[in-house]
C-alpha cells in the first residue's frame, strides 16, 4: 500500500495534500487528521475564485481540540490538486463562503462565532481569503449567545443564497434552553440587501424562530423517537418563492426525509409547506440550481437499508439527487461508495462521504467532503477533507439530452438502432441492453450503432448539429484512444449500461460536446467495439 503524505497536527502551515493512492475513488485530500489525536475534521466549504484558485474552509472539533474555535482556509492553485494552509479565521465555525460579486476579490464566510448555540457571525476578506481581518467581521444576530444555559444560533455551511430580488437569505436555527438536540431547534431565516454593508448588524433581518412541529407529519409515519430539524438550505423556488429546506431527524423512519419551509419577505414569517422525500434528508445537504438547465441539485447520503437501526445514519454512500420544483426529487446515481473491503455493517459505522459542499465550475461541478475513510474511528468523527471534481456534470443529468448531436454514420459492419431498455444489444447474439442511464433514455429515442460482437467494425461520424456524441465500450483500453479524439471517459458509478450475458458486462461510457461539420473517426477493439450513441443516421 502506497504511503499517505500527511500533516501531523491542526497548526501546520502546509497541507501536502495528493491524489489518495491506496483508494479507487478518485479522491484529492486537502487535509488529514491523526484519529488518535480525538481532533476530527468537519464543516467544508468551497470556493472557486475568478482567479482560477480554488478556497476550502473547515473546522476542527473533538475532545483533544482546544483551539480557539476559527476557522482553517486552504488554497489550491492547480485545480484541487494540491493544497496548501492559508490560515484563520478568527472566531468563525459553521460557516459557508460565499461572493456577491465573481469578479471581486471580496470574499465572505458566514456562520457562527462558536462551536455551540452562539452569535451569527459573518467575516470579510478583501483579497481573495489571503487575509481575514478581526476588524472585517460583525456580529450580526444574538439570541442571548454564548452557552448552553442561553439561546444561540446552530448552523452548518449551507448556502448563502443571492436570490433574483437582490437579497442574502441565509438560513440557521435558534437554539433556545434547555436545549435538546434537535427537538428545540427552531428555524430562522437572516436576510440583507445585496447592496447594503453585509458588516453592519443592521442591515440584517432576523425572522421570527418557527420551532418544529411533529404535527406536520404524516401519521402514517407513526411516531418519531427524537424528531427535529436542523442545517437549513435557504433556495430561491421556481417562481422567486423563498424556501428554507431543512434536514429532519426522522428515526426510525428511513433517513430519506426532509422539512420545506416556505419564508415570506414581506411579513418575515416561515410557515410549513410540506414533509418531503428527500433521498438522504437526515444528514446535512447543499441545494443549488443549475442556471443551464434549471434543475436543483444536491449531493446527499442516501439511506439504502430500510428497517435497520444501524443504517438510518448511513453516509457512506454519496449520491446525485436532482429536483425541478424543489419538493419532487430523483436520484441520478452514485457519486461515491466504500471501496476499503469492510463488511457492509462495518463500513456504515466506519466511513462517511457526508456534509458536502459543491459549486458548478463551468461544465464541471466541484465537491468537498467531509471524510471518513481508511481509519477513521467512526463514520462520524471524520480524519480527512477531500475534493473531488465531477466532469461534464450535465451529461449525467436527466432530460439534457435532447440536443444530443445529429451525425452521420459512414462505414461498415454496422445499422442504426434505437436505443432502449431491453432492446437488442448486437446483431450476432439474443442479448440486450440493461441499465441504460436515465439520462439517455429520451422519446424520441437516441440511437446506436449496433455491431457484432467480435467483428471488425469501421465507423466514420459526420456531425451535421452541434450536441453531445457518446461512444460505449467495455474495452478500458480504448480510452487513450477515445480521448485522443476528443471523448472525456465518464464516471461509470453515474454513467454505465450493460448487456445481458453471463458476466452482465458493463460499458463504459464516454462523450464529447461535438460541434456541427466536425468529423470523428471511432476507434475499434475488444468484443463489444466501440458503439456511438446520438441522433444518428447512416450513410
Given amino acids: 500500500m502506497a504511503a499517505l503524505v ?15 493512492e491506496d483508494s479507487v475513488l478518485g479522491l484529492n485530500e486537502v487535509t ?35 483551539e480557539a474555535r476559527n476557522a482553517s482556509v486552504y488554497r489550491s492553485r492547480d485545480n484541487g490538486t494540491t493544497w496548501q494552509h492559508d490560515g484563520w479565521v478568527q472566531s468563525q465555525y459553521w460557516a459557508n463562503m460565499f ?14 462565532n462558536d462551536s455551540r448555540p452562539s452569535a451569527a457571525k459573518i467575516s470579510k476578506s478583501r483579497d481573495g481569503g489571503a487575509t481575514w481581518s478581526a476588524a472585517d467581521s460583525a456580529i450580526i444576530a444574538t439570541g442571548t449567545a454564548g452557552i448552553y444555559s442561553t439561546s444561540g444560533f446552530e448552523t452548518g455551511p449551507t448556502p448563502a443564497l443571492l436570490a433574483s ?55 402514517s409515519w407513526g ?59 437526515h444528514t446535512k445537504f447543499v441545494i443549488h440550481r443549475d442556471p443551464v438547465t434549471k434543475l436543483y441539485m444536491t449531493l446527499s447520503n442516501n439511506n439504502t437499508v430500510l428497517g435497520n437501526p444501524l443504517y438510518f445514519d448511513q453516509r457512506n454512500i454519496l449520491t446525485l439527487c436532482v429536483s425541478t420544483d424543489v419538493e419532487n426529487w430523483t436520484i441520478v446515481g452514485t457519486l461515491l461508495y466504500d471501496d476499503t473491503g469492510l463488511a457492509p455493517d462495518d463500513s456504515v459505522r466506519y466511513t462517511g462521504f457526508h456534509y458536502v459542499d459543491w459549486q458548478i465550475d463551468g461544465a464541471d ?14 463514520y462520524h468523527n471524520s480524519n480527512r477533507i477531500t475534493f473531488k471534481r465531477l466532469v461534464g456534470f450535465r451529461s449525467y443529468l436527466p432530460g439534457q439530452h435532447s440536443g444530443g448531436a445529429t451525425a452521420v454514420v459512414t462505414g461498415t459492419g454496422f445499422s442504426i438502432e434505437a436505443l432502449q431498455d431491453n432492446s437488442t444489444a448486437f446483431s450476432n447474439r ?21 455491431l457484432a460482437g467480435g467483428g471488425n467494425a469501421s465507423l466514420s461520424v459526420q456531425v451535421a448539429a452541434a450536441g453531445m456524441l457518446y461512444v460505449g465500450t467495455a474495452d478500458l483500453a480504448m480510452t487513450i484512444a477515445l480521448e485522443t479524439e476528443g471523448f472525456i471517459a465518464l464516471d461509470p458509478t453515474l454513467m454505465s449500461m450493460r448487456y445481458t450475458d453471463a458476466d452482465a458486462t458493463k460499458l463504459y461510457l464516454f462523450a464529447k460536446s461535438a460541434k456541427s461539420g466536425e468529423a470523428v473517426v471511432v476507434p475499434q477493439g475488444g468484443w463489444t467495439g466501440s458503439i456511438v450513441i446520438g441522433d444518428l443516421r447512416k450513410e
Avoid: C
Fill in 6 to 20: 500527511i500533516v501531523v497536527g491542526v497548526l501546520a502551515g502546509v497541507s501536502s495534500a495528493h491524489l489518495l
Fill in 32 to 66: 488529514w487528521q491523526n484519529e488518535r489525536a480525538k481532533i476530527y475534521l468537519g464543516s467544508p466549504s468551497v470556493l472557486k475564485l475568478a482567479t482560477g484558485d480554488i478556497l476550502v474552509s473547515l473546522d476542527h472539533f473533538g475532545s483533544g481540540f482546544s
Fill in 99 to 112: 461572493q456577491l460579486d465573481p469578479k471581486s476579490p471580496d470574499v465572505y464566510m458566514i456562520g457562527t
Fill in 165 to 219: 430580488d437582490g437579497v442574502v437569505y441565509r438560513a440557521v436555527e435558534l437554539q433556545p434552553p434547555p436545549s435538546q438536540w434537535p427537538k428545540t431547534y427552531q428555524a430562522v431565516m437572516l436576510s440583507a440587501n445585496a447592496s447594503s454593508d453585509l458588516l453592519q448588524a443592521a442591515n440584517w433581518r432576523v425572522s421570527q424562530p418557527l420551532p418544529f412541529d411533529p404535527s406536520w407529519l404524516p401519521a
Fill in 430 to 450: 439474443g442479448y440486450v441492453w440493461i441499465d441504460i442511464p436515465p439520462s439517455l433514455l429520451r422519446q424520441p429515442a437516441l440511437a446506436f450503432t449496433m
Fill in 365 to 378: 461541478l466541484i465537491y468537498v467532503i467531509r471524510t471518513a475513510y481508511r481509519g477513521a474511528e467512526s
Fill in 223 to 281: 411516531e418519531l423517537t427524537n424528531p427535529g430539524y436542523m442545517e437549513g438550505n435557504a433556495v430561491e423556488g421556481p417562481n422567486g418563492e423563498i424556501y428554507d429546506v431543512l434536514r429532519l431527524n426522522s428515526m426510525p423512519v428511513p433517513g430519506n426525509k426532509a422539512i420545506l419551509l416556505q419564508y415570506n419577505p414581506t411579513t418575515g414569517a416561515l410557515t410549513f409547506r410540506k414533509a418531503l422525500d428527500l433521498p438522504g434528508g
